[in-house]
């Protein structure tokens, strides 16, 4: 079983920056791919972006150029880094996980950590 914990939500003003963390911990034998979603009130969840185990990344069109996706692989964890916040960001993001493990490979989600972007 794999347990994803986000930190890192929280108030900030238009144009400021954020940065989300999502560390996995359990018996994962290999990460296939990690990444972010969002949902905000009145709307579907949608990718935010995501990063496979070879590097690759992908966004959604309305963050390229704001956000990145990172991670260490020592840790376990993935990292979102959001600059140049917009009101429209605001939403609970939830991290997601690919997992290898000796059931074979499983999905998880992390609970959430809300963005506020408000003056």
């Known amino acids: 079983q794999v347990q994803l914990v986000e930190s890192g939500g929280g108030l900030v003003q238009p144009g400021g920056s954020l940065r989300l963390s999502c560390a996995a911990s359990g018996s994962i034998f290999s990460i296939n791919a990690m990444g972010w979603y969002r949902q905000a009130p009145g709307k579907q969840r949608e990718l935010v972006a995501t990063?496979?185990?070879?590097?690759?990344?992908n966004y959604a069109d309305s963050v390229k150029g704001r956000f990145t996706i990172s991670r260490d692989n020592a840790k376990n964890t993935v990292y979102l880094q959001m600059s140049s916040l917009k009101p429209e960001d605001t939403a609970v993001y939830l991290c997601?996980?690919?997992?290898?493990?000796?059931?074979?490979?499983?999905?998880?989600w992390g609970q959430g950590t809300q963005v506020t972007v408000s003056s």
């Open positions: 990063i496979t185990s070879g590097g690759s990344t």
């Open positions: 997601y996980g690919e997992f290898s493990l000796s059931r074979g490979t499983l999905s998880y």
